[in-house]
């Protein structure tokens, strides 16, 4: 907790020094803090950072992978798997499509994982 809110403050403070800046939004903070609990290795702690990012609207790749592998690491497979499965849905990014099918991959989730690539393969031959 104490990290978290001297990393967050130092985030304000390094944002205020610049008067050009402006104050990240109740998402970017989350997503922001997510990141933090990540790097000192709280996956668990910072699933709810990544979940309120996301919920906040703030939903490009790097918040929906980091909200997705921390859900399979906390167990939470049929919440991570309704979001990739959101993802294939509503995205054309070759990139976003091969981490998605890497993921569900990885969790053994063989047929799932076929749709993404196929997906991919079909938006950028050779991908």
Known sequence: MCRRLGALLLLVISLLA????RLPSPAEASYA?????????KPQEACPHFEDAYRLGL???GVVLQLVRCQFALGQEDAAVDI????VQKTSSPNLLLETGKLLFDRVLY?????????????????
């Open 18 to 21: 610049d008067p050009e800046t």
């Open 84 to 87: 990739l499965d959101g993802v």
């Open 59 to 61: 939903q490009h790749m």
């Open 111 to 127: 047929q799932q994982a076929r749709v993404p690539v196929e997906k991919a393969w079909r938006a950028q031959p050779g991908s």
């Open 33 to 41: 803090s997510g990141l933090s609990f990540i790097a000192n290795g």
